[in-house]
């Protein structure tokens, strides 16, 4: 069975700091998705990566895929309240249709 | 913009009722899922649908059932709810872009089975 980690489960802190999401496995993915999901809300999806070592840029948000593809990171700079919220990543594993997700990562950014 | 529509934000439920989730998507997409979400768990995949009257259990489909009569409406039964089903049912579709699938989620309905 394939398994996302992802770490840390829960971070606090305030705005203007950076931070470091992970998401890991000891599998392959074809790709990695990452969502952010808002109180009341159903996930929305940020972004899509593919290619091993791949580099996406959202405003202040980076992502990467590990250049094995088990891995990937969301950085944010410079973080807002508007960020608040909870992060999930995804993976699409080799020849099937179900995707594989993270746990989450709760996010408050304070004021 | 794709809207994916779940009949009601919250319910409250006693044991041993029949429950009924509704969501609707309005572009046409094939493919529909079913997900419980639950502190520190994740999405889990409870049901999912490729076409209409088609069905697919996914990883926790005990204690549940589903209905697709039509491409755009997608419904999860709880045929006896139980305690532990309170949870939070989000409902999904997709969108296939070459290898990708994009999902667009509901606002999610909260259930408390009391």
């Known amino acids: 069975t394939q398994l996302l980690e992802q770490s840390p489960q829960f971070l606090s802190i305030q705005e203007g700091e950076n931070l470091t999401v992970y998401c890991n496995s000891s599998s392959v993915f074809s790709s990695l998705q990452w969502y952010r999901q808002e109180p009341g809300e159903g996930p929305v999806l940020l972004v899509t990566?593919?290619?091993g070592g791949e580099v996406k840029k959202l405003k202040r948000l980076t992502f990467q895929f590990g250049d094995a593809r088990k891995d990937s990171s969301l950085h944010i700079t410079a973080a807002q309240p508007g960020d608040t919220g909870l992060y999930l990543c995804?993976?699409?594993?080799?020849?099937?249709?179900?995707?594989?997700w993270g746990a989450g990562t709760k996010l408050i950014i304070k004021p | 913009d794709v809207k994916v529509t779940q009949s009601s934000r919250y319910l409250v439920k006693r044991t041993g009722e029949k429950v009924f989730l509704e969501c609707v998507q309005d572009?046409?997409?094939?493919?529909m899922f079913w997900y419980r979400q639950d502190p520190g768990l994740g999405l889990r995949l409870i049901y999912f649908s490729y076409d209409v009257k088609m069905k697919e259990k996914g990883d926790i489909p005990e204690g549940y059932s589903v209905s697709r009569e039509k491409k755009e409406r997608f419904s999860l039964i709880l045929e006896s709810a139980s305690t532990n089903q309170t949870s939070m049912y989000l409902c999904a579709s997709s969108l296939i872009e070459g290898h990708n699938e994009k999902l667009f989620f509901g606002s999610g309905t909260q259930l408390s089975v009391l």
């Open positions: 990566v593919v290619t």
């Open positions: 572009m046409d997409h094939e493919n």
């Open positions: 995804a993976g699409a594993p080799p020849l099937d249709y179900q995707l594989i």
